[in-house]
């Protein structure tokens, strides 16, 4: 399915904004944190103090050519933090921009799938669950939502996503909707939701390995859709690593690809 280059432009900005918002809240329950946004031009800065790897360059090249200079203040910013430079391009980044970060010896590090579904679309029924009740997230339940998240990660092999403290911070998000599965009294699974401008964008979601296969990520995604219909969006988004399970399970649910993003990458 072929997406308009809006379609691409707003997806792109609802990942920007979902990175301001959420370390924007981590900085308001942290003030020792350094600045974690920087905005330069046209673009943004997003730092994860802890979390390096995280560190990313947004929406630089979207309305033209970007200047050298401004490519070397942003390469400062990245040494004052000492985090590898990475800046995450799409289909709407100018060429030449490109380019001149391939000259610089930057390279592709990693790429993702930008998904993205109309809601003015059937929604799926919910597949049945047994043993297994999927709960908001509550004040009382939000420290568990980040330890049931990072532990359906852990098999993953990607270090920052073990980290609890990458999800603690996501209930305090304003206009996020956090979701827990429980069998029992043990938690085996958690997923998120932000709504940011009539779009929703459904990020982290998990499950202890040793329930899987169990229905319970397609729950969490009928579930999602359902709260964001509800909220009155018009699309839904998710980003995901290509030919993936988790590709293959928005595929199921009515999510096409509107863009591949590589993540381009230069350390000194």
Known sequence: MNMSPEIIKKADLT???????????RCAHDPNLRKQVHELYDGFVVFYDGIPERGRALRFGINGPVEVRVIEEVERLFHEYDVPVK?????????????????????????MNVMVRPLNIPLPDRIPVHDF?????????????????????????????NETSMHDIIPAMENSFCYLAKQGNLHV?????IILENWAYLFTASTLPEFRKHGLQSNFITLRLE???????????????????????????????????????RDF
């Open 227 to 265: 709260e964001a219909r509800r909220q009155g969006c018009e699309h839904a988004m998710i980003i995901v690593q290509p030919g993936s399970g988790s590709q293959r399970n928005a595929e199921r649910f009515g999510f096409h690809i509107a863009y591949s993003r590589p993540t381009l990458r």
């Open 15 to 25: 990942s920007v904004l979902f990175e301001i918002s959420n370390a924007r809240t």
């Open 189 to 193: 699974g958690a997923a998120s939701m």
């Open 87 to 111: 800046f995450i391009v799409n289909p709407c980044t100018n060429t030449n921009f490109t380019k001149t970060l391939g000259n610089r010896g930057y390279g592709i590090s990693n790429w």
């Open 133 to 161: 009740l999927i709960e908001t997230v509550t004040p009382a339940s939000k420290g568990q939502f980040g330890v049931t998240m990072a532990a359906g990660f852990a098999s993953l092999g990607i270090p920052y996503l």
